[in-house]
Nanobody, 117 residues
Framework: QVQLVESGGGLVQPGGSLRLSCAAS????????MGWYRQAPGKQRDLVAA???????NYADSVKGRFTISRDNAKNTVYLQMNSLKPEDTAVYYC???????????WGQGTQVTVSS
């Protein structure tokens, strides 16, 4: 069992930056792949960025060059640095942990990001 708590969301102007954090507890963090997803009103939840347990990363095309996922295994935390934010980045952002090679996965409660002037 893994518990995930996101933080760092808020209101930011277009072109601004935010850093989201996802703190994990309850299991060995380093063996999990971690991902950030987002869901805008009326839309499906989509992958934004992911990091394997080995540190490989991938990004949605819409955020490449603007967002960076990183993880600190010593702190059991994964981050999402978001730069050059756009109004279309507005969504609830969720953290997900996946025990690689299994069907076990866990979600955080989400944090709202609003990009507006």
């Amino acid at each position: 069992q893994v518990q995930l708590v996101e933080s760092g969301g808020g209101l930011v102007q277009p072109g601004g930056s935010l850093r989201l954090s996802c703190a994990a507890s309850g299991s060995i963090f380093s063996i999990y792949a971690m991902g950030w997803y987002r869901q805008a009103p009326g839309k499906q939840r989509d992958l934004v960025a992911a990091s394997t347990s080995g540190g490989s990363t991938n990004y949605a095309d819409s955020v490449k060059g603007r967002f960076t996922i990183s993880r600190d295994n010593a702190k059991n935390t994964v981050y999402l640095q978001m730069n050059s934010l756009k109004p279309e980045d507005t969504a609830v952002y969720y953290c997900r942990a996946v025990l690689e090679g299994t069907a076990y996965h866990y979600w955080g409660q989400g944090t709202q990001v609003t990009v507006s002037s």
